[in-house]
């Protein structure tokens, strides 16, 4: 078996995935809106890679939470005057829709924070026998970073950063300014009806330890693989290790996954800065799912990705190319001609060592339009067979069971039965030198979505775009 080589924020190296059978841990959405497509483009990332573990043969076992409690969603409960899981709800019946839109398998397990507060309340009791928490005279539990000489590691922060942190106001009572809630005592101005009852008194958990007693929970005390966006390597990891290692004394994750931004105009896209498009606000405006997952996925999970509305254009463009080229293989019925299983070979190395550096999902992406070119070279020069077209088409499928965006099902090339009569009777009207009746079948099969196509197999119907 091939391993998979992946970058580790931890030690800043591309490190091989050792273990063959993988616990992974993303972190999930914050259901207090609808997820925008740059959450997106970190669940898609972590999709793939996922599927590309599962291609190279190891098994896995992803575990996703949703954030159904925190600061965010009891403000918006608070201000709808309506219960925490009544507000929560239809965000976290969106998510699930969206997801399966954009065609992301299913994790293992969606463990929502509200069902594991008493093994955080379990965690937070660990800490603070271990002596790396410490209880306020107002009732909340901090976690103590002069306990943990180790914290930064992860994000390569030293302490002299970290004391710039600002203390905010109702966090008074913390012996340090960059120590952690783990804990928020209840505050009934802020908290409304959410609260829980605790050995440190009623309130409710701190977002950090949420990821933390749903990851050791469920898939253990260490962990193979952790993913999140960049915006969440500090301070939201760096703490999830300080709570971890403190409380198992293990190392909690071997393998640190980072995502990077999608902005727009350059900027991180965000509901702060107002700056973002659902899924849904793209579909609206006439784009296909799979379209933003190509748009999503194309390019390197380690570089920033800029939005456009070109941008989307050009994938719209990539795709119909795909089309085209998936349409001619599927017309060619003349026997076996020209051998392609070098060419496929080869096709199939690049690929594969594409993927096992890094998931390195542009240069994949070149290699399928490398063998495009190539083999719609030879389709000109009549040289491929039905034989070897269908090997093509399966080996397209085979790299398209990572990526999941390539146009090859028949259910999106299938032309309606009227649609191709109407193509045969244009012929005989072109023979018989009936010009006008050929133009109105022409423009009849155009209306119904088609263009014919000339190729030097005969003439085809494809898709207008
Ligand atoms: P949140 O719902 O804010 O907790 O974010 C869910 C996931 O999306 C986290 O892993 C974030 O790091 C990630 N994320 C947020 N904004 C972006 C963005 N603009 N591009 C890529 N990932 C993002
Ligand atoms: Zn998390």
């Known amino acids: 078996m091939k391993y998979l080589k992946l970058f580790n924020t931890s030690s800043r190296k591309k490190e091989e995935v050792r273990n063959k059978k993988i616990r992974m841990y993303t972190c999930g959405p ?57 507000y929560t709800r239809p965000f976290i019946q969106a998510f699930f829709e969206d997801i399966d839109i954009l065609q992301i398998e299913r994790a293992e397990d969606y463990p929502r924070a509200t069902h594991y507060i008493p093994q955080m309340i379990a965690l937070i009791d660990t800490l603070l026998k271990k002596g790396h928490a410490y209880l306020t005279r107002d009732g909340s539990v901090y976690f103590s970073l002069k306990s943990f000489p180790a914290y930064g590691k992860l994000s390569h922060l030293n302490f ?56 050791m929970a469920l898939l253990g005390d260490t962990i193979d693989i952790h993913c999140g966006g960049v915006d969440n390597m500090f301070p939201h990891h760096e703490n999830e290790v300080a709570q971890s290692e403190c409380s198992s004394g293990k190392v909690f994750v071997l393998h640190w996954v980072h995502v990077e931004h999608l902005l727009v105009h350059h900027k991180k896209m965000s509901k702060s800065l107002g700056n973002f498009f659902t899924l849904r606000d793209l579909i609206q405006k006439g784009y296909h799912p799979l379209e933003i997952r190509y748009l999503l996925l194309q390019g390197h999970y380690r570089t920033q990705l800029n939005f456009t509305f070109q941008e ?58 490398d063998l495009i070119r190539e083999v719609n070279t030879l ?15 399966t080996l397209l499928s085979e790299f398209d069971s990572l990526f999941s965006c390539l146009p090859l099902h028949k259910k999106e090339l299938s032309v309606p039965e009227e649609v191709q009569r109407a193509l045969e009777q244009r012929e005989e009207a072109r023979k018989k030198k009936d010009f006008s009746l050929a133009d109105s079948l022409r423009d009849y099969i155009y209306e119904k979505g088609y263009v014919i196509d000339d190729t030097p197999q005969g003439l085809r119907l494809k898709p207008r775009d």
């Open 30 to 86: 914050t259901v207090y809106d609808y997820a925008h497509i740059g959450n997106f483009r970190t669940y898609l990332f972590e999709d793939l890679l996922r599927r590309t573990l599962k291609y190279l043969g190891y098994e896995v076992r992803q575990v996703m939470n949703i954030t159904d409690v925190d600061d965010k969603t009891i403000q918006r409960a608070y201000e709808e005057k309506v219960a925490l899981d009544t």
């Open 160 to 215: 002299s950063e970290l004391k710039t942190v600002e203390q905010s106001r109702d966090e008074y009572d913390k012996e340090a300014a960059s120590d952690f809630v783990l804990w928020k005592t209840y505050d009934p101005l802020r908290d409304g009806s959410v609260f829980w009852d605790s050995p440190f008194g009623k309130g409710r958990p701190g977002w950090h330890i949420e990821c933390s007693a749903m990851a």
């Open 312 to 369: 989307l254009e050009a994938v719209k463009m990539a795709r119909a190319r795909i089309s085209d080229f998936v349409f001619r293989l599927q017309a060619i019925t003349s026997p076996k001609k020209e051998e392609t299983r070098l060419l496929l070979k080869k096709a199939k190395e690049a690929f594969v060592e594409a993927i096992l550096d890094d998931i390195n999902a542009s240069l994949a992406f070149s290699v399928i339009f």
């Open 379 to 393: 389709c000109d020069q009549d040289k491929i067979g039905q034989e070897d077209a269908k090997n093509i088409l």
